[in-house]
């Protein structure tokens, strides 16, 4: 999807066409041009046909609809965690539980267990989750993960189980190219309330960004440049409330006592 916008725009920009001039020669509306160009649209076959054939690109768009089209239709979460592996950045707040990628595979059984899941499925969906943390975080060039946890997140589970969590979030978070911090209970109400997301930065042109939200059935991936600006707004909300990454150890590191 990001390298089908990023010709169009450039192809569009080269040629010194409007998008209501673009639209007019392909027989769309100058909106559905610019949400080509945005990804909140994907031209469909005869459309990406005529735009080949008025930038002169061969094939290219037809191939790179086609392929944002099957992307489209995949399983709701293997476009974000395709993504999520592609990331120069992830920003990931969670009020409630711990980050899927800083999970223990014993911690991401039991929030499987407790969730509507089939017990059948169980195996398979940790393994997946495990599988996630190895695809974005094992390559010799990882993304640079930073979490803000909400304290709350630390303390469900039993002792045992949390014992281990946490101290792998310590190791986790001494390396270099990671950051965790955690949102005191202290801070009171706050915008993090309203639901967990995520905030991945891609590379490319553009820098282009993705976020995803969760809910009870299910996420979505969001590209929409107000949106993650509103998502961005809450992260800097959230940032100024939460602990910086020492004291946030320290912080870990005194719950885990408790949990002894």
Known sequence: MNDLRELLRRERNNRGLTQDQTGVTVNVSASSIGAFETGRMVPMPDTAKALDALFETGTQIQELSARARAEASAPWLRPWT?????ATLIRWFEHSLIPGLLQTEAYARAILTVGPHR??????????????????????DPPAPVGIIGEAALRYGDGALMKEQLEHLIDVGDRPNVQIRILPMSAGLHAGLAGAFVVASLPGAGSPRLAYLDDQLRGRTVADAEEIGELDRTWESLSGLALPCGQSRDLILRIIDEHT
Do not use: W
Request: hydrophobic share 30%; aromatic share 0%.
């Open 119 to 140: 017990r059948d499925k169980l195996d398979e969906l940790t393994a997946a989750r495990i599988e996630r943390q190895t695809a974005a975080l094992g390559p010799d």
């Open 82 to 86: 395709d993504n999520e592996q592609r």
